[in-house]
């Protein structure tokens, strides 16, 4: 899978209208200027053959280096945006988790009422709205108009940022020792972890209420209830672990996708995560950048299937491998 996504991605850049020289140098660069440039990064060579440097390159886990950060590695590029990108996915997965499952629980106990019918057109609703247009909504209402939240950043431009650890200034903040830095972080990450967070939470909403209404119709919830458990018990004791077994599936890929980039998310709001380094790569046409995010995305989404795929045989002893 990892070698497919190495090829599609190399195959799909050179694909697409644009020259990176052009977009390196300008198009009123003299010619000449141009052909160096391609030969200085290997442009000029056939096609298969720059595949197989490349994938020579990736084997030796080199990603390469950027053409339009002054030479910097894209592993370097990884460091620096990831963490942010990680902290906004992880907030954004507890909300959507606790939101989505917790609707999802009501709906399927209470069915064909208006609680399950309110569920319902939640988890629609929230599955088909567009992340960007939801995005700038929410900050035009809240940051423009009633100015409760911040715009465009991840920390106050005149304050010191927490001291970079891990560069997840929430945990770095709490390893600091500084509340006050924590707290900043946080009302930053208020924004954009809710809106991302509440238009994912429909996914689970629907999971979790589907799959818990046929639980909640098997055999063994019926003998349950014949023995004279309480139906609140049967629900969270009994019905609700089995139900989640498929979520975790869902969650878990999700989770991977985010961390993957939740690229309209992280542009809307000019979140300096790797989902907009990547668009921005993407804009100067700059190869390595673009191939080596992607490679590193996809790395992860392969092997959370993997722990994903381990954690279900944990839950679930029915499964073996």
């Known amino acids: 899978m990892i070698w497919t996504i190495i090829t599609l991605v190399f195959l799909l850049l050179r694909a697409t ?6 977009a390196i140098l300008g198009n009123r660069a003299p010619e000449s200027a141009k052909s160096a440039l391609r030969e ?9 053959l720059q595949y197989l440097i490349y994938l020579g390159q990736v084997l030796r886990f080199d990603l390469g280096s950027s053409l339009t950060s002054n030479g910097k590695s894209v592993w370097q590029i990884i460091g620096e945006h990831f963490p942010a990108t990680a902290e906004l996915a992880f907030y954004s997965m507890i909300i959507a988790v606790v939101i989505g499952v917790t609707i999802g629980i009501l709906s399927a ?6 609680v399950d019918v309110g569920g319902r057109l939640f988890g629609i609703i929230t599955y088909s709205l567009p992340i960007f247009w939801v995005g700038m909504l929410l900050q035009l209402i809240f940051s423009v108009q009633l100015r409760l939240f911040p715009l465009g950043t991840r920390f106050p431009l005149d304050q010191t940022s927490p001291n970079p ?10 390893l600091g020792g500084n509340l006050g830095q924590f707290s900043l972080s946080i009302y930053y990450l208020i924004l954009p972890s809710f809106t991302l967070g509440i238009l994912l939470s429909g996914i689970f909403e629907r999971m979790v209420r589907v799959n818990l209404k046929q639980t909640l119709q ?10 004279g458990i309480p139906e609140r018990r049967i629900l969270l004791a009994h019905a609700l672990k089995n139900a989640l077994i498929p ?8 989770f991977a996708s985010l961390l993957g980039g939740a690229v309209l998310t992280e542009v809307t709001f000019s979140w300096p995560g790797l989902g907009n380094r990547l668009y921005e790569a993407i804009s100067v046409r700059d190869y390595p950048t673009v191939q080596g995010i992607m490679v590193f995305f996809g790395a992860i989404v ?6 994903i795929d381990l954690a279900n045989a944990y839950v679930d002893p029915r499964i073996r491998y």
């Open 247 to 254: 979520v975790i599936t869902v969650l878990g890929l999700t």
């Open 218 to 227: 098997a055999d063994y919830v019926e003998a349950a209830r014949a023995r």
């Open 302 to 307: 392969v092997f959370a299937s993997i722990l």
């Open 17 to 22: 209208p644009g020259d990176p020289a052009d």
């Open 109 to 114: 106990s209470r069915p064909n009422t208006s």
């Open 165 to 174: 650890i891990t560069g997840i200034y929430t945990l770095d903040s709490l």
């Open 40 to 48: 200085q990064l290997g442009l000029n060579q056939p096609l298969w």
